[in-house]
């Protein structure tokens, strides 16, 4: 008995039989829809009582990807995708047309540097050594456009470190940004799933100046902090001057809205050093 193998398993995989259901003959019961096996069948799968599954499948898909790429945790970095690197926009006065135009466009060029805050805070992030069982800890993880979330992954790229991309499907045409690593690049079709993954492993979130999308995911963030749903990480805000005059942080606790406690859950920096050693102390003073 000491030579007996005792297989694996018995049944075929599901792969093998997608194969040899392709193969089959082509009679009327075979081309039917009907006779499609259910996981090959995509418009079965797209079908609008089969969303609770889709959701499931777009749960399970990244966190299967992440595990087996040995990340245990991440450094989120939202931010706009209309805050291009400075050069760029520069080119932005040149193409304004009236007084309003321009204005808004030296907004954006003064609100440009952060491009190269985020670029750098990335890079520090992505020096983070791996723990002893070979996890990968603060890998940087963007929304995979462009912009700030560019700059994020770039700077993961420039030191040599793989990072993430959560992309999502939307009307216009887009795709992801050139240093999103092909392999950690996904695309969603949920908000809500995307904004999960989002925050199943964040360890840290920095929060650039952003429009609507990065308003929807960093206070969906202070929400879950303040009501107790996840353990406090750090939230550091970028650009004090542009986060006090789109949001009145003072009015909220004035009106009773939050307490002034709530506003300790954020820290407001500018610049990638000065981001990065808050979370290293964060962690440190929780040794």
């Not at 030579?3 to 997608?18: I, L, M, N, Y």
């Not at 959701?55 to 706009?80: H, R």
Request: glycine share 6%; with cysteine; charged share 25%.
């Amino acid at each position: 008995m000491t030579d007996t193998k005792v297989p694996s398993r018995v049944f075929r995989g599901a792969k093998q039989e997608a194969e040899a259901a392709r193969a089959q003959l082509s009679t009327p019961q075979t081309e039917h829809p009907a006779y499609r096996l259910a996981f090959q069948d995509m418009e079965f799968l797209l079908r609008e009582d089969l969303r609770p599954v889709r959701f499931q499948l777009e749960l399970l898909k990244p966190s299967l990807l992440l595990d087996e790429a040995n990340i245990a945790s991440t450094f989120v970095i939202y931010g706009s995708a209309r805050i291009p690197e400075p050069e760029k926009a520069e080119v932005l006065l040149d193409l304004a047309q009236d007084d309003k135009a321009r204005a808004i466009a030296e907004r954006i060029v003064a609100k440009s540097h952060y491009y190269d805050v985020a670029r750098e805070l990335a890079f520090h992030a992505s020096q983070f050594p791996d723990d002893l069982n070979g996890k990968r800890h603060f890998v940087v993880c963007s929304g995979g456009g462009p912009s700030i979330m560019e700059a994020a992954n770039r700077g993961a790229n420039e030191a040599g470190a793989e990072s993430i991309g959560l992309n999502i499907v939307l009307p216009h045409e887009q795709a992801p940004n050139p240093y999103v690593t092909p392999a950690l690049s996904m695309q969603f079709h949920y908000f809500a799933l995307r904004k999960m993954h989002f925050l199943l492993r964040a360890r840290a979130v920095a929060v650039f100046p952003g429009g609507f999308g990065t308003f929807d995911e960093s206070f969906e963030l202070l929400t879950l902090i303040q009501t107790g749903k996840i353990e406090p990480i750090p939230v550091l805000f970028y650009g004090r001057e542009f986060w006090d005059r789109v949001v009145n942080w003072d009015a909220l606790v004035e009106e009773g809205v939050i307490s002034e406690r709530d506003l300790d859950l954020i820290t407001f920096v500018e610049t990638a050093e000065e981001g990065w050693n808050v979370v290293k102390k964060f962690y440190e003073d929780r040794k």
